[in-house]
């Protein structure tokens, strides 16, 4: 497999540390607020990593995290040590415990990760779950001379580390320091962040903690080094995220893992440009994004927010469109049909040649667009159906697109029910009772097409 590797810029060919697990991490959700379509291109991302290598045989111990403390509002202005805790500021506003929020959300987005078919990691971590591990790594980098103390909190001397600034080259000497930001007046180097934060004084937060350096909360990059380095060793594979993580959080992940434990932290960083909408980065803290529920109440089927994802290079940003989600909609459903249609057979094989060819796309540092090509492609060619059908299924163990339970899919007894009641009223010319039965047809997922003679034909939606 050959992966893009944002600390080297190379593609390069990816071999794990050890031949027998995998190590994976990607950064997950800050839990304030629903994911949108954004960030699921990210775990989109992270899910055909996942699964491209288990196509390739690998084991994988994949780590997940979510956010629930200490990620704050200037990050967007490229300071992550200032502004309010994003779940403390969603708690005042809904009126509940920050608990409360991280609760709801965490539950939100497990059922939206189920909806897009993503393969679960070994373990969700949230943050506030790691405090004893996080305030042992500022002891550590404490004792190994790594920090200091200002006013609001412990902070991370990046000038002690000398290959701060490897992956984005944004450096203690580069940096445009108060470009965007007011430069806070007590750090030795723009580029030094909070590891731990003191709760601002008369003030009681709905998250805190005490620490031998005063009662607060974790920063937002030592929790992910604290996670990682906890549940997959010192020195991981592969590293997953948002290209927005990349110039600061991720890059402080290293200097403190780092100079830690003295290993190197991550051996492929891997990082998925951005979900945009006219022309700016779609984030929810910026308020123009749609919400998994937003696109399904528009008749989209999570499927096809996939399929569209596919449709580019993560490398590349991709611009959401409603014509470009339909599109991915109208060539999952031909997909979905064509499978539905072909003669089935268990004992047919897969054919090698096409299994090769995607295979090659795929581990092109994840050409998921070509990939796509070769699906059709197959479709196309001189291939008998339930061979088609088992390579459908086998590449759909990475393009995860549900074609398994396509297939399985019989017409429930009560659709039929209701479409037979709707027959009734119409013969009766009851056309109000009909047509309600026709929408809640709609809601379970189905169109009704009629025929001559009061007969009918039932679709699936997609
Ligand atoms: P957040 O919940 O903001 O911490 O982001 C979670 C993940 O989604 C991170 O990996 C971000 O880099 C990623 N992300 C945020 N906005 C977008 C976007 N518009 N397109 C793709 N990924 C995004
Ligand atoms: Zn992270």
Redesign the pocket.
């Known amino acids: 497999m050959k992966l893009y590797n944002s600390l080297t810029r190379k593609i390069e060919d990816f071999s794990p540390l050890n031949t027998e697990m995998v190590t994976m991490y990607?950064?997950?959700?800050?839990v304030y607020d629903h994911?949108?379509i954004?960030?699921f291109?990210?775990?989109t991302l992270s899910d055909l990593i996942y699964r491209t290598l288990l196509f390739n045989d690998h084991r994988v111990k994949f780590i997940m995290n979510l956010?629930d403390v200490g990620?704050l509002t200037g990050d967007n202005l490229g300071d992550a040590d200032t502004g309010e805790d994003r779940m403390e500021k969603s708690s005042a506003k809904e009126g509940k415990s920050a608990i409360e929020i991280a609760n709801y959300y965490i539950k939100r987005f497990m059922q939206d990760y189920e909806k897009m078919n993503f393969l679960k990691p070994e373990k969700f971590t949230r943050a506030t779950e790691y405090i004893e591990e996080q305030i042992k790594l500022v002891k550590i980098l404490e004792e190994k001379g790594f920090t200091y103390t200002t006013t609001d909190g412990v902070y991370f001397d990046t000038s002690k580390f000398e290959s701060y600034g490897q992956l984005s080259g944004y450096t203690v000497e580069n940096v445009m320091e108060g470009a965007r930001v007011e430069a806070n007046p007590e750090k030795k180097n723009p580029t030094d962040f909070a590891l731990w934060k003191f709760s601002p004084i008369g003030v009681k937060r709905s998250q805190e903690w005490p620490s031998p350096w005063g009662t607060g909360f974790p920063g937002w990059h030592l929790e992910c080094s604290a996670m990682s380095l906890t549940e997959l060793g010192n020195t991981i594979d592969i590293h997953?995220?948002?290209?927005?993580?990349r110039m600061v959080h991720h890059q402080n992940e290293i200097a403190q893992s780092e100079c830690a434990t003295g290993k190197k932290f991550v051996r492929y960083w891997v990082h998925?440009?951005?979900?945009?909408v006219d022309g700016g980065?779609?984030?929810?803290?910026l308020g123009n994004?749609y919400t998994l529920t937003d696109i399904e109440k528009k008749g989209f089927d999570p499927m096809a927010l996939r399929y569209f994802f596919m449709t580019s290079h993560y490398r590349s940003k991709l611009n959401f469109t409603w014509e470009g989600l339909q599109s991915a909609q109208n060539a999952l459903k031909k997909l979905y049909e064509l499978a539905r249609s072909y003669s089935r057979d268990p004992s047919a094989k897969v054919s090698k040649d096409f299994i090769k060819k995607f295979g090659e796309k795929i581990n092109d540092d994840l050409n998921m667009p070509e990939a796509l090509a070769v699906v059709w492609e197959m479709i196309k060619a001189e291939v008998g159906e339930p061979e088609k059908l088992a390579t459908l299924l086998k590449m759909d163990t990475v393009l995860g697109l549900r074609m398994e339970e396509n297939l399985a899919l019989e017409t429930p007894q009560k659709v039929i029910d209701m479409a037979k009641t709707r027959a009734e009223y119409r013969r009766a010319g009851i056309w109000d009772k009909a047509d309600q039965a026709r929408k809640q047809l709609m809601d379970m997922g189905y169109e009704i097409e009629d025929l001559p003679d009061g007969k009918f034909k039932l679709k699936r939606k997609i």
Request: proline share 3%; net charge positive; charged share 15%.
């Open positions: 990607a950064c997950g959700p800050t994911a949108h954004g960030n291109r990210t775990y956010t990620h997953v995220g948002g290209e927005d993580l998925g440009a951005h979900m945009m980065r779609m984030g929810k803290s994004a």
